[in-house]
């Protein structure tokens, strides 16, 4: 199995004209190197954070060519396996997430990573490894890596881990896939602005799917289905995301839209994902018995 540096090449804008760095065929399984968010810069609590280069922020491993892809296609992005180091750090500061009002100067803790735990001060803290930035070129402008959209990007959900699958719509040829921004800990929300931030590396199996057609990515595990949206508010992506995720699954079942409806009022779930990016990103979540017993197959 090929790895891919984040020596090779790095963006920090998804964005259809960017060079790609390799080209893989369909059904390929890659391993691929990030720095963290910061570009690997706070490597001490000494480091003064407000001095940092804050245009190197989010960078995203890539972007990667997927042979076969074409606008109106689907990829499918299968995460085999999280690596993360062994130190992890997080900031909080002025107009920074949603306590930042409350602060007057840029702070960071460096975290330690040990025996599946963050450590924290005394605390040892559950480890979860998982990707904050994630996606495919937009269409149109292109979009800069801390900003989550119908690409996916900066959409910072904490389910985005080992064993789920990703789905993105293909907005260009090829998808130009890229992916950063991995946290050894992170609760919905995100609300200071950063997870645990740490560099690591993401082994990930890129599928073309034809014949499917989705507007917004969609991610599965062993017992979810799950539709993502982000908007500029959180109330607006909570109600797209449910309605994407009702509206798919009428589609696929043709049951009457009333049906679908009292269903996931009674076993679906609106959450949050992340509350602090210039987009917020929320996710609706059905359990994937109940699309068992409907007979739904959502995607593929």
């Keep these: 199995m090929e790895t891919l540096s984040y020596n090779e090449g790095i963006i920090y804008e998804f964005n259809k004209d960017n060079p790609f760095i390799k080209k893989v065929a369909s059904g390929t ?8 968010c910061f570009q690997n810069q706070i490597q001490s609590e000494e480091t003064e954070v407000a001095n940092i280069d804050w245009d190197k922020i989010n960078p995203a491993t890539g972007p990667i060519y997927v042979e076969n892809a074409q606008l109106g296609d689907v990829l499918k992005v299968k995460i085999e396996k999280i690596e993360i180091g062994d130190q992890g750090v997080m900031v909080i500061g002025p107009d920074l ?17 040990q025996d599946d735990h963050v450590i924290f001060n005394d605390l040892e803290l559950p480890l979860h490894k ?14 800069n890596c801390g900003t989550p959209g119908a690409h996916g990007g900066n959409m910072d959900n904490k389910m985005v881990t080992e064993g789920a699958t990703l789905y993105f719509p293909v907005f260009t040829e090829g998808a130009l896939f890229s992916l950063g921004d991995f946290h050894a800990a992170m609760g919905d929300g995100e609300v200071s602005v950063s997870g645990v931030e740490v560099p690591g590396a993401a082994t990930v199996t890129l599928e073309v799917i034809k014949g499917e057609t989705i507007r917004q990515p969609l991610l599965e595990n062993d017992e979810v289905f799950s539709q993502i949206y982000s908007a500029e508010t959180l109330d607006e992506a909570a109600k797209e995301a449910t309605r994407e995720m009702i509206d798919r699954i009428v589609a696929k079942s043709n049951l009457p839209i009333s049906d679908v409806t009292m269903l996931m009022s009674a076993v679906g779930q609106a959450e949050i994902c992340q ?26």
């Design 29 to 36: 399984t890659l391993r691929i190197e990030t720095y963290d």
């Design 97 to 113: 997430g949603i306590m930042g009002d409350r602060f007057e100067k840029m702070e960071s803790k460096i975290l330690s990573i």
């Design 130 to 143: 998982m990707i904050g930035v994630i996606g495919v070129a937009p269409k149109g402008d292109g979009i």
């Design 275 to 300: 509350i602090v990016d210039p987009l917020m990103t929320a996710r609706f979540v059905v359990p994937k018995w109940l699309l068992e017993k409907l007979d739904v197959t959502l995607i593929g």
